[in-house]
């Protein structure tokens, strides 16, 4: 760390003496420590290579760094080496010995650590050469591996805070409209042109104006813009200051869960060091902006990902929509023109201002332009972080870059959106992913997550959790949201436990489109989506549930029974040792049997059997 920069020459310098103090050519291995691999012993392995390192006389602060996340969080904790781009799978503490003598001081692969590719059966040495890497454009991840996120140094040697000086140099105007003709959209889910959103904040009348970065992920199974602050935390203050510049903003906000303490850790330390340096606060860069920024931390209310939900919260009141009538641009945050962009959103700008709007516009489609990350998981062989440009088909990330359905299974739906987006089926798998394409389809791009569902996955049974989630997030504002959606969720209820009828099919969807048609807010609005979405490419599955009164997926408790086929059950006794009502019965080494008036269908039977004996009807 050094004193404030004077000016962009002064970080001209700073970066040039990094960089001459640096070695290119020297080993250094990095460890993810992002929150998948760190649930899987990550620290702990890191802390095995640090220790090992310096057994060995290894420079430690020079040759090893833990890192965000990698993408790859099937396969982690992750471990790469550079400059040779060496990258281990399933890193344990015990493999790290080995590592450290064979791969850090001699250059050499160990093999049994690398990724094989399953349909070659060849081992991949490098990023490269993995599928689920090679398919990817990795734009806003690709430092990931190459920064220790709790360092600002590694961040400018990399060339961080470039765009900045550039963006001072093009001036508020030239930025703004460069960031209009790049066609960047809102990575928040509404996909709203972000120079146009930058354009109204400026213009709009008042003194005092300021950004808000929206990174209150609430969406199950998304983790996107929660390992872009653990991993690159200063390409999302960066966009915000430039962002600041161009609409002329003095305040900014970070409003972050609070369920995420490693993203809250990396923004709040990304803030005092770029402050300490210079690159906040009064005269930042000795230049004619001053603009500092603050981490405000949220509860986990779902609603306050709404934009003012959030303002409320930001105020200290109870996050509640409120009709919006005059838009945040014009009077947001305390009743002053703000800005609101997500984390995504934030951390591309500082690509388009140094790389341009036409090398944006280079990948995506005509009106989705740009790269976006999706966290793809659920039944999906290779799940993690997935960066591809707009357009690049449900089939490609589920198929190219997922690797496909475990088990050999067939591929059922996938839900984009996150909780309100829509279930699209093995039919429309060729389908582009971009803004539009989604929403005539009858879901959405949301945030970015995406949960694949395989043949096992009861459609009903999915819309009732999804609504089970949104109906508890519901702010209780407006009686359409607080009652609507726990009503229909009855309704699915009804149908998953055989008492729906062809009546109940039509009710659901007039309710659903009432719901949908009178709700205060965007939580409302699009929660009937899994119902709707699910009736229309699924409406099968629920007239098996109503008219034969049978899950096809064999997943509704009270319209299955389980039973054992006494041609596969050699008695091995596990299914009676687990079962925890007593249900099962027989000798050893003889086929057992399910007394059905016990059995409480719970399936553990079916996941202990080592021969598949159990079977569900």
Known sequence: MTARLAGPRALTRYREALTRARD???????????????????????????????????????????????GFCQCGPLLSVAPEGIVYQHVRVADVPEIVERTLLGGETVERLLYVDPATGRPCRTEEEIPFYHRQQRVLLRDNALLDPTSIDDYIALGGYSALCRAFEMGPVAVLEEVKRSGLRGRGGAGFPTGRKWEACRDAAGDLRYVVCNADEGDPGAFMDDALLEGDPHSVLEGMIIGAFAIGAREGYVYVRQEYPVAVERITR???????????????????????????????????GEASAMMASLEGRRGVPRRRIIHLSERGLWGRPTNLNNVETWANVPQIVLRGADWFRSMGT???????????????????????????????????????????????AVQTGGPSGGCLPAEKLDTPVDFD??????????????IVMDEDT???????????FLASESCGNCTSCREGLWRLRDLLGDIAEGRGTRDTIALIEELADTVKATSLCALGTSAVNPVLSTLRHFRDEYLAHVDDKRCPAAVCKALIT??????ACNGCTLCAARCPQGAISGEKRQPHTIAPELCIKCGICRD???RDAVRVH
């Open 24 to 70: 290119p050519g020297r080993r250094v291995v990095s460890v993810c420590v992002g929150t998948g691999c760190r649930a899987n012993g990550a620290r702990e392995v890191y802390a095995a290579l640090r220790a090992q390192a310096e057994k060995h006389g290894v420079a430690c602060e020079e040759q090893s760094r833990a890192t965000g996340c990698l």
């Open 270 to 304: 990304a803030i005092d060091q770029a402050r300490d340096l210079g690159l906040l606060g009064e005269s930042v860069l000795g230049s004619d902006l001053s603009f500092d920024v603050r981490v405000s931390r949220g509860g986990g209310a779902f609603v306050c």
């Open 366 to 412: 005509e009106r989705s332009t740009g790269t976006k990350i999706f966290s793809l998981v659920g039944k999906v062989n290779d799940t993690g972080l997935v960066e591809v440009p707009m357009g690049a088909t449900l089939r490609d990330i589920i198929f190219g870059i997922g690797g496909g359905i475990p088990g050999g299974k067939g591929f059922k």
């Open 437 to 450: 394409t989604l929403v005539a389809e009858g879901s959405m791009m949301g945030s970015g997550g995406m």
């Open 458 to 468: 009861c459609m009903v049974d999915v819309a009732r959790y999804f609504l089970r």
């Open 562 to 567: 389980f039973s054992i086929d006494p041609d």
């Open 608 to 610: 202990v059997c080592p």
